[in-house]
Every structure is written in C-alpha cells, then in structure tokens.
C-alpha cells in the first residue's frame, strides 16, 4: 500500500512569516494530493488539491507544489495570520486516501 | 444540505461491549470511508466503499466490520470493543474515488 510521510510534526511561525509543509509518498499510481485543515475539536475540511498532470496550484494565500519524478509535494502558506494556527494534513490517493501524520502549525501574533 | 452526519458523537463502552457507528450523507457521493484518529497518527483508513454494495478492507481493519445499507449510509461495527479501539472516528464520503472527501463531525469513542 501507500506510504505518505509529513514533515516536520510541529511548526512555530511568526504572523506575516510563510510556512512549509512537506510529504513524500510511495506509489507512484497515486495521482491525487489533497490537503487537509483540521483545527482543534473539528473535522478536517480540503483547503487545497492537486492532480498528479498539474506541478502547482496556488489559492490566494495557499500553494501547492507537486513532483512526481521525487514522489513529493509541499504546502506553502505565505502571509501566515493567527487563524492559520492548526493541524495540517496531507494526502496521496489512489481510490483510497492515504494520509501523512499531520503538522501542527501555531501562528504567533 | 447537512453533508456527512455521524451519530452519536460520543460513546463509552466497556471491554467486550458491542456498538454500530452510523454515518449518513446527503451528497449522493458514490464512495464512502471510515478512518481512526489518534494522537501522532493522523488519520488510518478502517474500511472504505468505493459504491454501494462494495466493501474494501483499509490499513486497519481488524476488529471492525461495515455495512454499506445503501448509498447514503455506511455503518461501522465494533463487534468486541478492546481499549486500544479508543479513538476519534471520522467517516467521509466522496463524490467518486480520487476527489474530495468531505468529513463528519467525528465520534469520540473510549474503551474502558
């Protein structure tokens, strides 16, 4: 089956600082990466994908970047604010969803 | 349009004790999925239906059964609750494989 590996476990930022969040996978079948927000008692909610034909998407503040031939893909948070203080999950899919272990991302004011 | 509803949102069984957990969508999503969460672990797939009337074993299956009673519903099954069955469960559904998954809110579940 898939591995999907998530680094770093926690990441302390400064407000207005940017954030990068990094996975590697294994199975080079998997061609669909979607990013996970979960904050403290909720149920986690997409903020970003990408297909596998696509190398990055960006949305406003969030960007993803892919690389097949290395089997990694990353997150990127530019303008980091408070609200952006959670736990980050990341995922390869093929048919079923495999994910990382999760960062946990505090924003200091 | 509530999404994905899953009941109850908390439990407490006893070791040995039996329990379904009942989740329900409104998406009229094909596929259909049942994780544990813990500490450290992020989320681990029990089972997953990729349509109704098919089931899929996940990376941890052991100790659970499901049902897929029809499109809307996939029920999970704890048939001899064990301590190390205490988790947070999520079930999500998708519209098909391999696009986004939409999470209930979660039961919390602990094993006494």
């Known amino acids: 089956g898939e591995n999907v590996e998530q680094h770093p476990s926690t990441l302390s930022v400064q407000e207005g600082d940017s954030a990068v969040i990094k996975c590697t996978y294994s199975d080079s079948a998997s061609n669909y990466f979607p990013w996970y927000k979960q904050e403290l008692g909720k149920r986690p909610q997409l903020i970003i994908d990408?297909?596998?034909?696509?190398g990055e998407k960006k949305d406003q503040r969030i960007a993803v970047t892919l690389n097949k031939t290395a089997k990694h893909f990353s997150l990127h948070i530019t303008e980091t604010q408070p609200e952006d203080s959670a736990v980050y999950f990341c995922?390869?899919?093929?048919?079923?969803?495999?994910f990382g272990t999760g960062t946990s991302l505090t924003v200091i004011p | 349009n509530a999404g994905v509803t899953q009941t109850p949102k908390f439990q407490v069984l006893k070791t040995g004790q039996s329990m379904t957990l009942q989740c329900a969508q409104d998406m009229n999503h094909n596929s259909m999925y049942w994780y544990r969460q813990d500490p450290g672990m992020g989320l681990r797939l029990i089972y997953y239906s990729a349509s109704e009337g098919t089931t899929d074993k996940g990376e941890v299956p052991n100790g659970y059964n499901v049902s897929r009673l029809n499109k809307r519903e996939f029920s999970l099954r704890l048939e001899s609750a064990a301590p190390s069955q205490t988790s947070v469960y999520f079930c999500a559904s998708s519209e098909v494989r391999d696009t986004e998954a939409f999470f209930g809110q979660g039961t919390r579940l602990t094993v006494v």
């Open positions: 990408i297909r596998s034909n696509v």
């Open positions: 995922a390869a899919s093929r048919a079923q969803f495999y």
